[in-house]
Nanobody
């Protein structure tokens, strides 16, 4: 029912920038939060950045000061501006939406967009 469409990934040199976008579509009761996770080769998926419905944000320590998450509530779209990219940022980035239905919270995931940072 809910679909997340991601875009903006690609190949960037160290120090470069990318802007990821994720548009959520389909019927949802309410969105508690939207965020970005990433999974590097050989590693588990980890939280990169999260923005709540109230606008508060959380970032992984490794990206603080370099990444900025924002959202367009009217269009259910979340963005991730990534600056000063490092090789360690190389991963598949997944959009995540936390939908609230009553007291229950459902997680929805995009298919992922690849970010490759070359040395």
């Amino acid at each position: 029912q809910v679909q997340l469409v991601e875009s903006g990934g690609g190949l960037v040199q160290t120090g470069g920038s990318l802007r990821l976008s994720c548009a959520a579509s389909g019927s949802m009761f309410s969105i508690d939060a939207m965020g970005w996770y990433r999974q590097a080769p050989g590693k588990e998926r980890e939280l990169v950045a999260l923005i709540s419905s109230g606008g508060s944000t959380n970032y992984a320590d490794s990206v603080k000061g370099r990444f900025t998450i924002s959202r367009d509530n009217a269009q259910n779209t979340v963005f991730l501006q990534m600056n000063s990219l490092k090789f360690e940022d190389t991963a598949v980035y997944y959009c995540n939406v936390k939908e609230r239905s009553g007291w229950n919270v459902n997680d929805y995931w995009g298919q992922g967009t690849r970010v490759t940072v070359s040395s």
